[in-house]
């Protein structure tokens, strides 16, 4: 049965950082393309990185140049580093790979 758990979620300052993590069973998670979205109350889930089974990453514009994806082969596991955090980051965060989603985990960016 494959499964994808995010956690890394929370409460964070303008400015500031959090590591998304995306840790998935019942799959090599290497072997699939994988990718992070959002989504706000009201509106649609919007794309917001994509990680290729070989080297290559994609990102939506909002978050170029501070958001980063990666991998961890060794723990199966998939990151979203996100960087100079701003209050319209604020959403529900969401792992898909496999054709699985996870449950997501709620980012918060306020003072």
């Known amino acids: 049965q494959v ?3 995010e956690s890394g979620g929370g409460l964070v300052q303008p ?3 959090l590591r998304l993590s995306c840790a998935a069973s019942g799959i090599i998670f290497s072997r699939y393309v994988v990718a992070w979205y959002r989504q706000v109350p009201g509106k649609q889930r919007e794309f917001v990185a994509r ?3 070989g080297p290559g990453t994609i990102y939506a514009d909002p978050v170029k140049g501070r958001f980063a994806i990666s991998r961890d082969n060794a ?3 998939v ?3 996100m960087n100079s955090l701003k209050s319209e980051d604020t959403a ?4 898909n790979g496999a054709g699985q989603w ?3 985990t ?4 306020s003072s």
Request: hydrophobic letters at 30%; charged letters at 5%; a positive charge.
């Open 106 to 109: 709620q980012v918060t960016v």
């Open 79 to 81: 990151y979203l580093h």
């Open 51 to 53: 990680i290729m089974s």
């Open 3 to 5: 499964q994808l758990v």
């Open 92 to 95: 529900v965060y969401y792992c």
């Open 15 to 17: 400015g500031g950082s």
């Open 75 to 77: 723990k199966n596991t």
């Open 102 to 104: 996870g449950q997501g």
